[in-house]
């Protein structure tokens, strides 16, 4: 068979049909590779979501137990205070007849003995003495307060 003996049209159609064919092909080997790169972003993103999502569950677990941390100095200092307040009442109640008593003695103090009125003042002396311990004692105690919640208020994340 001859070139000479194929007739235009039929070479026409054949080359159309050779064309389409080739066009076919390369737009299936297109869509094929769309597809494959659709894939893989797909999963990509279903990856990072995933990611995301533990992400988010750690943050929620880490929040949780700051919050935990927060509630637990909260009490702890709501009840040293209270501590505070009862330590302080009790002081200002343990001042006010401590102040009675020195009244009241100083009001009788023309009829004791010289050796009466000695031992007194070394009494009141010993009794102001631990009355002044105890004093810098709660006051160190409140300055321990004070300090450790300064600590936790700077130390919590902001």
């Given at each position: 068979?001859?070139?000479?003996?194929?007739?235009?049209?039929?070479?026409?159609?054949?080359?159309?049909?050779?064309?389409?064919?080739?066009?076919?092909?390369?737009?299936?080997?297109?869509?094929?590779i769309?597809?494959?790169?659709?894939?893989?972003?797909?999963?990509?993103?279903?990856?990072?979501?995933?990611?995301?999502?533990?992400?988010?569950?750690?943050?929620?677990?880490?929040?949780?137990?700051?919050q935990?941390?927060?509630?637990?100095?909260?009490?702890?200092?709501?009840?040293?205070?209270?501590?505070?307040?009862?330590?302080?009442?009790?002081?200002?109640?343990?001042?006010?007849?401590?102040?009675?008593?020195?009244?009241?003695?100083?009001?009788?103090?023309?009829?004791?003995?010289?050796?009466?009125?000695?031992?007194?003042?070394?009494?009141?002396?010993?009794?102001?003495?631990?009355?002044?311990s105890?004093?810098?004692e709660?006051?160190?105690?409140?300055?321990?307060?004070?300090?450790?919640l300064?600590?936790?208020?700077?130390?919590?994340?902001?």
């Open positions: 068979m001859n070139i000479s003996d194929l007739n235009p049209q039929s070479i026409v159609f054949k080359l159309i049909a050779i064309a389409i064919s080739i066009l076919i092909i390369v737009g299936t080997v297109y869509e094929a769309n597809h494959y790169e659709n894939v893989g972003y797909q999963r990509r993103v279903s990856e990072e979501d995933v990611q995301r999502n533990k992400d988010l569950e750690l943050a929620a677990i880490q929040t949780r137990k700051l935990s941390q927060l509630d637990e100095a909260q009490h702890e200092l709501s009840v040293t205070k209270q501590r505070l307040a009862t330590l302080s009442a009790n002081s200002v109640v343990l001042s006010n007849r401590l102040r009675d008593s020195i009244t009241q003695y100083n009001s009788g103090l023309s009829n004791y003995s010289k050796q009466a009125l000695i031992e007194r003042v070394n009494t009141l002396s010993n009794v102001f003495g631990e009355c002044t105890q004093y810098t709660v006051a160190a105690k409140a300055d321990t307060y004070a300090a450790d300064k600590m936790m208020q700077d130390s919590w994340p902001k």
